[in-house]
């Protein structure tokens, strides 16, 4: 069975710093490229951040450029999503998603073939 689990989600003040992380079972990462989306209540879901196979390509949305940062560790078949500087509109549920190879358009959630369940991220005082 091909599983993603996404985890570390929580509450968190602003300015606060969270990691979370996307761990693959039944299948190895080595060949896939991770996306990481969010959806927050009432809007669409967006593309967050994506890193290649090897991790030597990474890109990131606008809105987190400078703040967030996607990393993998292949031999403990998990990527992870570094957010600081958190602000309340970061607030939604993250994804990470798997592609084969890499997607053509990053940001666009139909490219990917496999989904994790989603971490709650909510950044509140």
């Known amino acids: 069975q091909l599983q993603l689990v996404a985890s570390g989600g929580g509450l968190v003040q602003p300015g606060g710093s969270l990691r979370l992380s996307c761990a693959a079972s039944?299948?190895?990462?080595?060949?896939?490229?991770v996306g990481w989306f969010r959806q927050a209540p009432g809007k669409e879901r967006e593309g967050v951040s994506c890193?290649?196979?090897?991790?030597?390509?990474?890109n990131y949305a606008d809105s987190v450029k400078g703040r967030f940062t996607v990393s993998r560790d292949n031999a403990r078949n998990t990527v992870y999503l570094e957010m600081n500087s958190l602000k309340p509109e970061d607030t939604a549920v993250y994804y990470c998603?798997?592609?084969?190879?890499?997607?053509?358009?990053?940001?666009?959630?139909?490219?990917?073939?496999?989904w994790g369940q989603g971490t709650q991220v909510t950044v509140s005082s």
């Open positions: 998603a798997a592609h084969r190879q890499f997607p053509q358009v990053w940001e666009e959630p139909y490219e990917y073939d496999y």
């Open positions: 039944g299948f190895t990462l080595d060949y896939y490229a």
């Open positions: 890193i290649s196979s090897s991790g030597g390509i990474t």
